[in-house]
Each structure stands twice: as structure tokens, then as C-alpha cells.
């Protein structure tokens, strides 16, 4: 039986834009302009 591949991208302000997360607590933090991130993984 074959093994299962799986990739998954996720892409932040795909824009270039700047832009900011707000926590509960009263916290604001700046995102990066132009984040992107990936995953490869493999069962077997």
C-alpha cells in the first residue's frame, strides 16, 4: 500500500500589505509584509 503525501501552504498578507494581530489583552503586534509558510509531510 502506497504512503499518503500531504503539503499544506499558508500565505499571509498576500498583498504586501502591513497589517496587525490584536490579542484580548490589549496587545498589537505587526505582521510582516509577505509571509508565506509550508509543510511537506509523509505517512507510511
Do not use: E
Request: aromatic share 14%; charged share 10%.
Amino acid at each position: 500500500m502506497p504512503g499518503h503525501v500531504g503539503i499544506l501552504f499558508k500565505v499571509k498578507t498576500l498583498l504586501n500589505q502591513r497589517s496587525y494581530n490584536i490579542y484580548d489583552d490589549n496587545s498589537v503586534n505587526p505582521i510582516a509584509p509577505g509571509q508565506f509558510t509550508g509543510t511537506v509531510s509523509y505517512n507510511f
